[in-house]
């Protein structure tokens, strides 16, 4: 009697605890931007600064959500060092998402530089790929932004165009200075996952912002949509994964862009739900 008891108890208690983490608000990890010190250069342009844009953050929290912005953690060259790792983020947090901003550096996916001007930022890729694989470790779903899905394509062995124009000249204009006011159209091929988060839209308009793209896909990877004038590929999927899915324009600026712009809520409500779901 006295163990039925007990364990009567004991199931009351982690029904409790169920559910509370079942209502917890989801907490969203956003990987950081890099400003990079100008050597010589006094106030904050001479430190190291890392920092979210600001949309991306307010567009994942439109649907309640806290957003964390995740700092690079490491012994080497730190004022403070300490024993946080970033498989410490991947466990304490719902989900991914990887913002837009510096180019890919060329040595992650082993070329060589086509020009000085186009670097890319090496600190930043290990920094975001050591990010990725912990969640994917963690079953945690992930969401790339522009450069977010550049990234997701080399963590699998893809390569990207260093530059659309230069690369692919016969290529509709991907960027221009107007910025996120620059828009075109692309495709959901039959049957992909963005086809079905947006039912009845073959195709749909997007803003682009990017002078490099996913050249040859990586492992294990679908193309999840194309750019309607070029064939540009404009979205990916891991297969192997929940939800592992990239996106090469920024759906965070579609709600200021205008009412053509494609409504993006879809993609960021079925990534949440995958946050859910890997919490239960």
């Known amino acids: 009697m006295f163990g039925r008891i007990i364990a009567a108890r004991a199931r009351r208690l982690f029904d409790r605890a169920g559910q509370r983490i079942t209502q917890r608000t989801l907490r969203i990890g956003v990987s950081a931007r890099i400003f990079h010190p100008e050597p010589g250069a006094p106030g904050l342009r001479g430190k190291t600064l890392q920092y979210l844009e600001e949309s991306i953050a307010h567009w994942v929290m439109s649907r309640d959500v806290l957003v964390f912005m995740i700092p690079t953690v490491g012994h080497q060259g730190m004022l403070h060092p300490s024993n946080i790792r970033l498989r410490d983020y991947a466990k304490h947090l719902d989900g991914l998402l990887l913002q837009g901003g510096a180019d890919v550096s060329p040595q992650t996916y082993a070329a060589s530089d086509a020009r000085p001007e ?70 959901f091929p039959d049957g992909s996952t963005l086809a079905n988060m947006f039912p009845g839209r073959r195709e749909a308009i997007v803003n682009s912002i990017h002078h490099q793209a996913i050249r040859d896909i990586g492992r294990d990877l679908n193309i999840e949509a194309v ?29 200021a862009g205008g009412p053509e712009l494609l409504d993006c809520t879809p993609l960021l409500d079925t990534f949440l739900r995958a946050a859910r779901e890997t919490r239960l």
Request: with cysteine; proline share 5%.
């Open 118 to 187: 186009w670097p890319g930022d090496r600190v930043r890729d290990m920094y975001e790929l050591e990010l990725l694989h912990e969640f994917i470790e963690s079953g945690k779903p992930v969401l790339g932004v522009c450069r977010g899905c550049q990234l997701i394509n080399v963590a699998f062995g893809g390569s990207l165009y260093q530059d659309i124009a230069t690369d692919v000249p016969t290529a509709g204009a991907h960027v221009s200075e107007h910025y996120d006011q620059h828009r075109h159209s692309i495709r």
């Open 227 to 255: 750019s309607a004038e070029d064939g540009i590929i404009e979205g990916i999927r891991y297969r192997r994964a929940p939800f592992v899915v990239g996106v090469q324009w920024h759906p965070e600026f579609h709600r």
